[in-house]
């Protein structure tokens, strides 16, 4: 089943799967059609296996899974997930991170996959707002719209909450603390393609790099000059796998001086060659 919102003023679009066996993003490959952004997936049966950007993973039962519109996944068994999907038209969590504070944690975070597993009450309560979202469905009046964007926002506040409690980071660490992380993550998804030294982005976060490095290192996460290189790995893995593009084409897509330098770097970081990689 498919319940789906477009606000044709907007071009807002929020779309429920509820146990729709051909659920499944196709990321890169989908780059000309207007697509939702940003995907909650709760897997509401037994363990699966779910592959992501030709990864495989086993995602937990009863465990909510945050994905992004570039990314390419598909799961072992979608007619047992519900999912609920919407594009910045109809809620821009970055505009409205005060509200939901999961941009760069749930969403363009640094960990991911993030499996968020729930117990028992957690379940009741997933399951109670799947019942509230197919009843306001039913709903067509001048209203629908406002209702599905506060379900929405209940929906990522409370997932927001139990991520933070199972993460170990936000257990030790204050918030503000992870903030600078999490403003980190987000600045680096929308520069990573240009922007590939520190400096830029301590800068940005008005700290010196090296203090950044050092408050990266206290909160025991991965140095920021790591985090640039793997983001920047990880799109050029995505353009390999969905895409005809030369090794020319991605690598001035990702900022890089000439071909010859991202085929190093590549070669450095994944471990193949341009070409090994994409035989794979």
């Known amino acids: 089943m498919i319940k789906e919102y477009e606000d044709k003023s907007t071009l807002g679009r929020f779309i429920m799967h509820i146990n729709n066996e051909q659920f499944k993003g196709m990321g890169l490959r989908n780059t ?17 296996k779910v592959t992501i950007d030709e990864v ?10 945050p994905l992004i519109s570039n990314q390419h996944f ?5 007619e047992a997930l519900i999912a609920w999907q919407f594009n910045r038209e109809f809620y821009c969590i970055v505009d409205h991170d005060a509200e939901v504070g999961c941009v760069g944690f749930l969403f363009y975070g640094l960990q991911h996959p993030m499996f968020i597993e729930l117990n028992e009450l957690e379940q009741e309560a997933m399951l109670q707002l799947e019942k509230v979202f197919v009843e306001e469905w039913q709903s067509r009046d001048s209203f629908q719209g406002e209702m599905l964007r506060t379900l929405l926002k209940h929906l990522m506040i409370k997932t927001t909450r139990i991520a933070k409690k199972q993460s170990e980071s936000y257990q030790q660490f204050p918030e503000e603390k992870m903030d600078i992380v999490r403003k980190f993550s987000l600045l680096l998804e929308g520069a990573f393609k240009k922007q590939h030294g520190v400096s830029y982005y301590a800068e940005a976060l008005h700290k010196s790099p090296k203090t950044l490095s050092n408050i990266f290192a206290l909160l025991k996460q991965q140095a920021p000059s790591k985090l640039i290189q793997n983001r920047i790995v990880l799109e050029a893995k995505r353009y390999l796998h969905y895409t005809d593009k030369s090794a020319k084409e991605i690598s001035f897509e990702l900022g890089f001086e000439s071909p010859a330098h991202f085929s190093r770097f590549f070669k450095m970081y994944a471990g193949k060659n341009v070409s090994e990689f994409r035989k794979t």
Not at 74 to 78: D, Q, R, V, W
């Open 32 to 48: 000309t059609t207007p697509i939702p952004i940003n995907t909650f997936v709760f897997n509401k049966g037994v363990a699966q």
């Open 74 to 78: 598909s799961f072992e068994h979608p």
């Open 56 to 65: 495989a993973y086993v995602m937990p039962a009863a465990a909510i899974l």
